[in-house]
């Protein structure tokens, strides 16, 4: 699967019910060793970003994750890449911020925040 087709994939789940931590791991269902039902359980916390909002995108959360799965990492170092990349694709990697919640300013809809995750996990 191309990174064009990732992508799309990761959307068709984010449309189909799935929060964007869950639609980023399920886009890479086929690398990272686990069943999807275990993937839908793992991102389920993450839906409108990690504590309802408050703290880093879900779609970032997820991107972590699914590369720390294929990657079998077990240091920051590649989580602090994904977030850096996030945040220069994004404009933040606060769910409230991306949302624009307080400012009323959205600078990142939740589709591209999950693009983007998609795109920066498969260009590592």
């Known amino acids: 699967m ?3 087709e990732r992508k799309e994939k990761a959307l068709e789940y ?3 019910g799935c929060n964007c931590c869950q639609a980023v791991l399920m886009a890479f269902s086929d690398k990272t060793g ?3 039902n275990t993937l839908l359980t793992l991102g389920a916390g993450f839906g409108s970003g990690m504590g309802c909002m408050d703290g880093n ?3 970032l959360i997820g ?3 699914a590369d720390d799965l294929m990657n079998k990492r ?3 170092a590649a989580a602090r890449k994904i977030l850096a990349c996030f ?3 994004c404009g933040s990697v606060t ?3 991306l949302k624009g919640r307080d400012s009323g300013r959205v600078l990142c809809s939740c589709d591209d925040c999950v693009s983007n995750a998609v795109e920066i996990i498969s260009s590592l």
């Open 2 to 4: 191309d990174n064009k």
């Open 74 to 76: 077990r240091n920051p």
């Open 34 to 36: 686990l069943d999807k």
């Open 14 to 16: 984010k449309h189909s």
């Open 95 to 97: 769910c409230s911020e």
């Open 57 to 59: 995108c879900g779609a």
């Open 63 to 65: 991107a972590v994750m």
């Open 87 to 89: 945040r220069q694709k």
